[in-house]
């Protein structure tokens, strides 16, 4: 495999582990940022469980799977970013924490294409934390990563023509399938998504059905592989709640209120399959 440009992914958790593994696996050298030592392991070794999966399934030689891991170091400063020629930020949804990180890609990574992986806040906000916002971008993998095809490719207000090129081509390095939307709140996904899953929400907590029956109408009767209120649980309830407060003050429709049972899940800490009790309750680990 031809030598591919260094990447920065900084924040590991479900999507940064995801992201990391896919670069990896595509011969990029990456290094993987958190401020959690015990986070970052735990990324390591889901990276290698997935990667094991693969080579269980036929998909992956066991050298391929040698070769993307020993592509992988970790870091808990910042700086460690300083090679990388695009740094890619998958912290939670929270704008002040995110514009925090620009600022400070900026300064370490002068030539770097900076790309955030959020699923609902403006890329020409994050972009204006940046002395160089026609290099910031947004580049939202699906989750799960290494399994999901789809990229969505957002222009902030000032994005260039080249940056966009570059991305565009490199997800579809990755073997994704990059698709280009307007910086509006939710993008083209999540605006539609999200909506979807409050909906279920408030069938829930009206009594219309059950977790199961909801499930069970749009799996079977629509076609869809997973149930909104289980991919809820997949996704994290705390995100879906930080996207639907994202869409009801962007957009200011009442529409986008997020259901006041989705408030009470969150503030319990049920937060889906990582806290295994959201909708469904899980197996700890």
């Not at 699906?142 to 789809?150: F, Q, Y």
């Amino acid at each position: 495999m031809k030598e591919r440009e260094p990447v920065a992914v900084v924040g590991a958790g479900t999507m940064g582990n995801g992201i990391a593994h896919v670069f990896a696996l595509n011969g990029h050298d990456v290094t993987l940022i958190d401020v959690a030592e015990d986070r970052l392991a735990a990324a390591v070794a889901t990276i290698a469980s997935n990667l094991g999966r693969q080579v269980r399934k036929g998909t992956l030689s066991e050298d391929a799977k040698g070769e993307s891991l020993a592509r992988i170091r970790t870091a808990t400063e910042r700086d460690a970013a300083g090679d990388a020629t695009l740094v890619v930020e998958a912290v939670p949804e929270i704008l002040q924490l995110k514009a925090e990180l620009f600022r400070e890609l900026d300064r370490l990574t002068p030539h770097a294409i900076l790309a955030s992986n959020t699923s609902s806040i403006s890329i020409t906000e994050i972009a204006r934390n940046a002395s160089r916002p026609e290099r910031v971008i947004g580049m939202h993998f699906m989750n799960p990563v290494p399994v999901m095809k789809l990229v969505e490719v957002i222009r902030g207000l000032q994005t260039s023509d080249e940056t966009t090129r570059h991305v565009m081509d490199i997800a579809g390095s990755l073997g994704k399938t990059p698709v280009e939307v307007a910086d509006y709140p939710g993008f083209v996904s999540n605006r539609v998504l999200m909506p979807m899953i409050n909906e279920a929400i408030f069938c829930l907590m009206e009594g219309v059905a059950s977790t199961e029956s909801i499930d069970a109408v749009m799996k079977l009767g629509m076609n869809h592989p997973l149930g909104p209120l289980a991919l809820a649980d997949l996704i994290g309830l705390d995100t879906c709640l930080a996207i639907m407060e994202v869409l009801h003050r962007e957009l200011g429709d009442d529409k986008y209120r997020p259901c006041p049972l989705l408030r009470k899940y969150v503030a319990a800490g049920w937060h889906g399959r990582k806290t295994a009790r959201g909708f469904y309750a899980y197996e700890q680990g």
